[in-house]
């Protein structure tokens, strides 16, 4: 089955000089519906902001190598692009309000994934998730009404009774869901499905 996209999911700079940690950085971004651009330093997280319009967010460890350390980035960034929103990350230092640009967020490490998804999504949007989560409770909703007219008009096999059978594909739309790493109880329930339903497949 093929999703249809209308928009493109917002991009985020990702800045951090040390390799795993830029992985987890950009995989968090990733998790949250977006789509990451990495740098390894401000030289070429300017670089990158440049020769590119399309960035949504900066977010940038505090403590780096080279011209600029990522505070001294995104004070940068802000005078330069004023749109762009901005996170700061670190695990050693804790700026104060003056330090940071207007309306930057700071986080100290080990980031804490729920939590920085959130914000990420409250800072600039749902990203692809909103888009896929659209397009798949209208599928579910879909795929519930055709269900529900199936067990209305035939008989089901195996002498399973109508809300067996309705729960028994219920259960397969949610592991399809959960393999998708997607939240089913609240797609379900978009659908206009009781999530707190029993279900087949539990014990």
Do not use: Y
């Not at 980035?73 to 207007?102: D, M, Q």
């Not at 800072?123 to 209305?152: H, Y």
């Not at 809300?163 to 594909?169: G, I, R, V």
């Amino acid at each position: 089955m093929v999703f249809e996209q209308t928009a493109v999911p917002p991009k985020v700079l990702v800045v951090e000089d040390e390799m795993m940690l830029r992985m987890r950085a950009v995989d968090i971004v990733e998790d949250a519906g977006f789509i990451a651009i990495e740098a390894v330093n401000a030289d070429e997280a300017l670089a990158v902001l440049e020769s590119r319009s399309d960035i949504d967010l900066l977010f940038t460890d505090i403590q780096m190598p080279g011209s600029m350390d990522g505070l001294k980035l995104a004070h940068a960034v802000h005078e330069r692009w004023p749109s762009i929103k901005i996170i700061l990350v670190s695990g050693k230092l804790t700026p104060t309000e003056a330090e940071k640009p207007i309306h930057s967020r700071f986080f100290g490490k080990p980031l804490e994934v729920k939590q920085m998804i959130a914000e990420m999504q409250e800072m600039i949007g749902q990203g692809s998730l909103s888009i896929i989560q659209a397009d798949i409770s209208a599928v579910l909703a879909k795929a519930v009404q055709t269900e529900t007219r199936k067990v209305s008009e035939t008989s089901r096999p195996n002498g399973l009774s109508s809300n067996e059978s309705l729960t028994a594909e219920i259960d397969s739309l949610r592991l399809l869901l959960e393999q998708a790493g997607i939240d089913a109880e609240v797609l379900l329930a978009q659908a206009g499905i009781d999530a707190k339903q029993p279900t087949s497949c539990k014990n």
